[in-house]
């Protein structure tokens, strides 16, 4: 086995890890299939030069994504390799931090050496971005299993009763590209939620029959739901498997990868408690329309352009400041719909199942 | 691009902007002390004399002809891609029509040589530089230059500004970390390095006058000489004797993580790139009698610290959570940066596992000043 070698740059956040008291919040919205389509078309089902022993594809039906913000407010590697890091032999790794990312089912299927796609396939879910207030995290996320990760300012703030909920994201881009346009702290997503939903999870799954599919793919995952858990034994929520690419770039050529493969892993929530379920019409979804953000707008929630103007009314310029005014709120918006919305608080751990596919491994 | 070569996808959400790049109008505060050379030797052999020496074929060690370690805060108002051709976008806008980044910048430099092994002493050896201490403020600029470059970026929050005086200097870094090794210790923000000085000389304030040998360069008629000279980038190298670094060639080792066992490596390689310095003005000296270079070493910031260290037997003030010191020499000044030549000089060879023999080994060691000669008298490159 070849030895990484560790330093002071490397202290990060090794798999797996365990994080407790997390507070998840989950917003259902509706994605396209010509989209997620393009997207696994782009990312995992090329030839590089390779193909993939795996051909991934949309599920059948209505295509949902699962926008998911977290608060992890004490997380730690509970890999041996952590007890043993850095020349000190000290485990660096206790943090807290706050996440933002987009994840969708897709269903992957194994592919013969004869080109034939097994017809069973695994229901896996792909997370196109992440944004994380956390330097480690963004490190250790990007270079182990490969997530798509980004710093950013984080706002999480849950209200003083239950469904209640104000999210902002900022990240450092450029509003308007131009030669002479200036990079700034620009605000990327506004999400509130304004209280629990009247219906509850099942009479809203009958008032919105899209979504059946879609949640009981989620709720596999033992994510949430308490109410659909009961009489279903913990060892039946595997988790989710989470299917990323990893990969970096040739020095030399830009363009080149000196590495690039498949790794799985996986999520599991233990230890669910207080759950909420939102009421969808009570949860506003903004992404702020700048040009740093505006290719990931259009090629994942297939916005060409903005559909409301100015900034959202929490972050009107002329109103009280607040946690989040640092960033500029001065963009006008892509208002995404939610469908379904749902926070708890849980214990989650993380794992590398395996990297299932290195591309040029082939001599 | 090969019929085998691997394509990078950059996804639609990633605000990465490879090199190279173009920084003009910098601003650089520069501080040199001798350095702790044991350790520096301790670092090269941890971080680049990996394996068997034959195999490999170089050896770095310490530059012993300029035994110095240099901190450079460095201040870029405006930070550009600089790529010569049209990058790999499709129809998005090109990296160098998107705007203009600015950001802070914090390094300490080891010179180091490497050494060729029997045979290619002379072809490959060459002095470049070890940052074994480099924080950014700009969130992708460390992500670039970890990813691409191999350099160890972390991103700190950088403050610069004045010190007690006019026209002095006062820089402050602080960076995620945990204060102690106690289980449990939660990360968070640490301040790690305060640099403080006089006002730049000629000055009425402050200490006796300075005794460094870079005083000879302060007295009018040397001053007056720099000034006049100062956009002359080669003269500035020579008659700084190396303070100004012209063309700072790195070395780092750039390596990833097996994601399901984090300690074993799947690819590591020594990369060189080049920041080339032109334009230089404005260049004035500290009274380094007057600066003070204090670096936190509690928790996790400690493992750092050999490296960047003074000298043995240098004087310092140190205690359980930091050490202080003066440098031989400060100064600063103005300055264009290029960054480019980004090059792999190494490939290590990497246990694949699944049945696989190791990665090969590659090698491009030439150093600078044989390569165009090398390219015209050598081996065409396959």
Redesign the interface.
């Known amino acids: 086995?070849?030895?990484?070698?560790e330093?002071?740059?490397?202290?990060?956040l090794?798999?797996p890890w365990r994080a407790t008291g997390a507070r998840t919040s989950g917003f259902a919205i509706r994605l396209t299939e010509e989209r997620i389509r393009d997207y696994l078309a782009?990312?995992f089902n090329g030839g590089?030069?390779d193909e993939a022993p795996f051909h991934y594809l949309p599920l059948p039906g209505p295509q949902f994504g699962m926008l998911t913000t977290c608060y992890f407010p004490?997380v730690?590697s509970t890999?041996p390799?952590a007890a043993?890091h850095?020349?000190?032999q000290?485990?660096?790794d206790?943090?807290?931090h706050r996440e933002v990312y987009l994840a969708f089912p897709v269903m992957r299927h194994g592919v013969t050496k004869d080109n034939l796609l097994n017809v069973a396939g695994t229901v896996v879910w792909v997370q196109?971005?992440m944004y994380s207030d956390?330097?480690?995290v963004?490190?250790s996320s990007?270079?182990?299993?490969?997530t798509?990760t980004?710093?950013a300012d984080i706002v999480r703030e849950d209200g003083p009763s239950p469904g209640q909920l104000h999210f902002d994201a900022g990240?450092?881009?450029?509003k308007k590209?131009?030669?002479?346009?200036?990079?700034e702290m620009l605000a990327v997503l506004h999400i509130t939620a304004g209280g629990v939903d009247p219906l509850g999870a099942r009479e809203r799954l009958k008032a919105n029959p899209d979504l059946e599919a879609f949640l009981k793919t989620l709720g596999v995952s033992g994510a949430f739901m308490e109410e659909m858990q009961k009489g279903v034994r913990r060892s039946d929520y595997p988790g989710l498997e989470v299917n990323n690419?990893?990969?970096?770039?040739?020095?030399?050529?830009?363009?080149?990868?000196?590495?690039?493969?498949i790794?799985a892993?996986k999520a599991i929530h233990s230890e669910i408690e207080n759950v909420v379920f939102y009421d969808p019409d009570k949860v506003e979804i903004e992404f702020m329309w700048s040009?740093?953000?505006a290719?990931?707008l259009?090629?994942?929630l297939n916005a060409e352009k903005p559909n409301d103007t100015g900034p959202p009314a929490l972050h009107d310029p002329t109103g009280p400041a607040g946690a989040a005014d640092k960033m500029d709120w001065d963009m006008d918006r892509v208002v995404v719909k939610a469908e379904f919305g749902f926070s708890f608080t849980s214990n989650v751990t993380f794992e590398?199942?395996?990297?299932i596919h290195t591309?040029?491994?082939t001599? | 691009m090969s019929p085998e070569a691997i394509p990078y996808v950059q996804s639609a959400a990633s605000q990465e902007v490879p090199p190279p790049y173009h920084f003009p109008g910098v601003t650089v505060n520069a501080f040199v002390w001798e350095a702790n050379l044991p350790q520096v030797q301790v670092y090269c052999d941890r971080f680049f004399n990996l394996g068997d020496a034959q195999e490999r074929g170089f050896t770095y060690r310490p530059a012993a002809a300029w035994p110095y370690a240099i901190l450079l805060v460095i201040d870029y108002p405006v930070m550009l891609s600089a790529s010569p051709v049209p990058e790999n976008v499709g129809n998005e806008t090109p990296y160098g029509n998107r705007g203009i980044v600015s950001q802070r910048e914090v390094f300490v430099a080891l010179p180091v040589v490497r050494f060729g092994g029997a045979g290619r002493l002379l072809s490959d050896t060459n002095l470049e530089f070890a940052l074994p201490f480099i924080v950014v403020g700009e969130p992708m600029s460390a992500v670039c230059g970890r990813e691409m470059l191999g350099l160890e970026k972390l991103r700190a929050e950088i403050t610069i500004g004045e010190s007690e005086f006019p026209d002095s200097f006062r820089g402050r870094v602080g960076l995620p970390g945990w204060a102690t090794d106690e289980e449990g210790e939660m990360q968070r923000m640490l301040p790690f390095l305060e640099v403080d000085t006089g006002p730049a000389v000629p000055t009425w304030r402050g200490s006796a006058k300075e005794t460094s040998p870079w005083t000879l360069l302060r007295s009018r008629t040397a001053g007056n000489l720099i000034g006049a000279m100062a956009t002359a980038s080669e003269f500035v190298g020579t008659v700084s004797a190396g303070l100004v670094p012209t063309a700072m060639q790195t070395v780092s080792l750039k390596q990833f993580r097996d994601a399901r066992n984090p300690g074993k490596a799947l690819y590591q390689a020594l990369i060189s790139c080049r920041s080339k310095y032109t334009s230089i003005e404005n260049f004035e000296f500290y009274n380094e009698n007057d600066v003070y270079i204090k670096f936190y070493t509690n928790g996790s910031l400690a493992e750092i610290i050999p490296f960047v260290d003074i000298a043995s037997g240098g004087e310092k003030i140190a205690d359980e959570q930091s050490i202080a010191f003066r440098p031989k020499a400060a100064y600063r000044f103005n300055a264009t940066i290029d960054f480019d030549n980004m090059r792999t000089l190494h490939t290590f060879p990497v246990d694949r596992g699944h049945g696989l023999p190791p990665t090969k080994a590659t090698s491009d060691l030439i150093s600078p000043w044989l390569r165009p000669w090398q390219g015209f008298f050598g081996r065409p490159t396959p």
């Not at chain 1, 330093?7 to 990060?12: G, K, R, Y």
Request: aromatic share 16%.
């Open positions: 086995m070849t030895r990484f070698i330093s002071f740059a490397t202290q990060q090794l798999p782009r990312y590089y030069p004490d730690c890999s390799q043993m850095g020349p000190s000290a485990s660096w206790h943090l807290s196109p971005f956390n330097d480690s963004v490190f990007r270079e182990i299993w490969g798509d980004f710093l990240m450092i881009g450029i590209f131009s030669p002479r346009s200036r990079s690419l990893k990969q970096f770039r040739d020095c030399y050529d830009m363009g080149q990868a000196i590495y690039r493969a790794v892993s040009d740093s953000v290719e990931m259009r090629t994942l590398v199942i395996s990297t591309y040029g491994m001599s």
